[in-house]
């Protein structure tokens, strides 16, 4: 059995590859071992939020082109979207390899089986750092049969070359809510099945209010306090039972239910497993110069937090001494349709959770005149200051608001107040006039 020892092994090609790419440049040895190569670059590019968001760019299209000021009809070609889909992902992967030149790619399941020690099929590694990325994998919950044909996840959407003539979806989270914008803006009808009251969790009131009317306004029937008992594919259809009795048939059912980590990579009691692979807030293991990043440690589910994190023990490993990461300022989104969600550093239901004193801005985007053509008369700038006017935290409901959001979480990494976020002067006329006014409101 062949036995090679590097300064650092890296187990999983999502975004560790990032990590892995930093410490060669470094002059340090480095494996990076992914089960196959072509999904070198991780879900996020492949089967996530990269295809997802170029479908929803897609599917807006479509939405917007049912304005009365149009005339005509058009259709999503699915089978061509599927070409470009695919032909730009080849493009990436072909650019993430080409950055991994210095990098020792090994394609296999890597497992570690002893401290310091993967087992790549019959090669054993050794490596005096081990850095874990390998992501996670759609929770199917019990009862429901995964068929990949009538009962699907969102792998199989993104791999769509038609649409179905309707779709249930199982799960009100962020998977659920941008599958659901897709179809219904696609024309497709669409049911969404949350099991609760269909609001989105820790969002501010306002904000949840405003989704559910959205949700309404795109044709979606939502089934909230539906939770699922049972799901299978039958020569009729996708039969769904409910806790409650009930029953429907549906032609395809996405479970949206959100993810599990993916930690059987540990064969070792050295590393102990929780929500996922137990890290420290410097993402080392209970096994020391062992680190889990990414979706794998069950912390921050997104491909940025998992960038971050990769690069933070990277450095950290060649010495750099990098200030330790604030997951709480990490901008996370929900890419809906016409407007989107997005939220950084602390929000009202996190505060007062926590009973801080804060002060609360929130401008509506009915004040500006873009509002009306941008469909955002409902959407919101809400930021966040404590008693003596630091930057707390922000939630934005509009179109795009992912970039929106960018000026807060800056303000944030800055540890600006408000007198001194208060000096820029935003571009007008655009909606971020209305982080400039949530600052003077403060």
């Known amino acids: 059995m062949s ?36 999904q070198l670059g991780g879900v996020c590019l492949h089967k996530g939020c990269i295809p997802s968001k170029m479908f929803l760019h897609h599917a807006n299209t479509l939405r917007q082109s049912k304005n009365p000021l149009f005339s005509g009809t058009l259709n999503l070609n699915m089978a061509l979207l599927q070409e470009e889909k695919n032909a730009l992902i080849q493009h990436a992967t072909k650019a993430v390899t080409m950055q991994c030149a210095k990098v020792d790619l090994i394609e296999g399941r890597g497992v570690l089986t002893a401290p310091h020690t993967v087992a790549v099929g019959d090669q054993t590694l050794e490596g005096d750092h081990i850095v874990i990325g390998t992501g996670s994998s759609p929770f199917i919950p019990e009862g429901i049969v995964y068929d990949g044909e009538g009962v699907i996840t969102s792998d199989e959407v993104l791999a769509m070359k038609e649409l179905p003539e309707e779709i249930a979806i199982y799960g009100d989270g962020a998977i659920g ?60 259809g996708v039969h769904v039972t409910f806790e409650e009795g009930s029953s429907k048939y549906f ?16 064969q070792t009691d050295a590393i102990a497993i929780a929500r996922g692979i137990d890290t420290d807030e410097r993402f080392e293991t209970t096994l020391q110069n062992h680190y889990a990043i990414g979706d794998c440690n069950g912390k921050l589910q997104l491909a940025h937090a998992a960038r971050a994190q990769a690069l933070y023990v990277t450095q950290r490993i060649t010495g750099k001494n990098p200030k330790t990461i ?35 801005s929130v401008v509506p985007l009915s004040h500006f005149v873009a509002s009306s053509f941008h469909e955002a008369g409902e959407g919101m700038m809400i930021v966040y200051a404590d008693n003596v006017g630091f930057i707390l935290g922000s ?24 007198t001194l976020a208060r000096r820029t002067i935003m571009a007008h006329p655009t909606f971020s006039e209305a982080l400039e006014r949530a600052y003077f409101r403060l």
């Open 3 to 38: 036995k090679t020892r590097y300064d650092i092994i890296y187990i999983g090609g999502g975004l560790n590859y990032a990590g892995a790419v930093t410490a060669a440049k470094e002059g340090l040895s480095v494996a990076l071992i992914e089960n196959d190569l072509q």
């Open 326 to 360: 604030n997951l709480d300022h990490v901008v996370k989104f929900i890419h809906t349709l016409p407007m989107s969600y997005a939220t950084v550093g602390e929000n009202r239901a996190m505060l007062e959770a926590k009973k801080i004193d804060f002060k609360e």
């Open 177 to 236: 809510l941008e599958m659901g914008s897709f179809f219904a803006s696609a024309g497709i009808q669409t049911t969404l099945i949350s099991r609760h009251d269909g609001k989105l969790k820790n969002a501010h009131p306002l904000i949840q209010n405003t989704l559910l009317k959205q949700i309404e306004k795109l044709g979606i029937t939502h089934l909230t306090n539906h939770p699922v008992q049972k799901a299978k594919t039958t020569q009729r």
């Open 395 to 418: 939630e934005v409901l509009a179109p795009d608001a992912e970039e929106l959001i960018a000026p807060v979480a800056m303000a944030l990494a800055g540890e600006m107040d408000k």
């Open 251 to 266: 032609d395809k059912l996405l479970v949206a239910t959100g993810r599990k980590p993916n930690t059987d990579v540990i």
